[in-house]
C-alpha cells in the first residue's frame, strides 16, 4: 500500500467526541492518539482505506490566527474533505444513521460515479464517492 502524500488536518472542540463518531459514521479506524490535559486530544490520526486525517482539540491548536473550526466561522467550513468510497450507497446509509447532516443528497454524478455531501457534528463538509480520480494515474 503507497502511503498517502497529503493528509488534511482538522480541528474539533469536541476531539474525543469526533473521533467516536467519524470512526462510527464515517468508518475512520484510529491509528494514533495522544490524549492532551483535561480531556483534549492533542494529536489523532484516524485512517480510511490508504488515506487519513489528524485532528486536535481546538483549543489547544498551537497557531489560532493560522487555523479556525467551523463553529469559529459561524458553521462554515473553509474545504470540503473528499473521499472515495467503494459503495457511496451503504456508506451514505450509514453517515445519515449516525447523524451526518446531508448538504447534497447521494446522486450520480455528471463526471462520473456516485455520492454524497455532508457535514459532521462540528461542521466539517465532507464528500464521500465512487468516482476515482486517481483511477487512471
Known amino acids: 500500500m503507497s502511503r498517502p502524500t497529503i493528509t488534511p488536518g482538522l480541528l474539533y472542540h469536541d476531539a474525543p467526541g469526533a473521533i467516536e463518531w467519524l470512526c462510527r459514521a464515517f468508518g475512520f479506524e484510529?491509528?494514533?492518539?495522544?490524549?492532551?490535559?483535561?480531556?483534549?486530544?492533542?494529536h489523532a490520526h484516524l485512517t480510511l482505506g490508504n488515506g487519513g486525517?489528524?485532528?486536535?482539540?481546538a483549543e489547544r491548536y498551537p497557531f489560532p490566527g493560522l487555523c479556525k473550526s467551523p463553529r469559529e466561522l459561524g458553521g462554515v467550513g473553509s474545504a470540503e474533505i473528499i473521499v472515495y468510497v467503494a459503495d457511496p450507497?451503504?456508506?451514505?446509509?450509514?453517515?445519515?444513521?449516525?447523524?451526518a447532516q446531508v448538504v447534497i443528497a447521494i446522486e450520480d454524478k455528471p463526471y462520473g460515479g456516485r455520492g454524497y455531501s455532508c457535514k459532521d457534528p462540528e461542521g466539517h463538509v465532507w464528500a464521500f464517492g465512487s468516482y476515482n480520480a486517481w483511477s487512471d494515474a
Request: neutral net charge; charged residues 20%.
Open 30 to 42: 484510529t491509528r494514533t492518539l495522544v490524549p492532551g490535559d483535561d480531556g483534549t486530544i492533542a
Open 53 to 57: 486525517i489528524m485532528l486536535s482539540s
Open 89 to 99: 450507497d451503504a456508506h451514505y446509509r450509514r453517515a445519515v444513521a449516525a447523524g
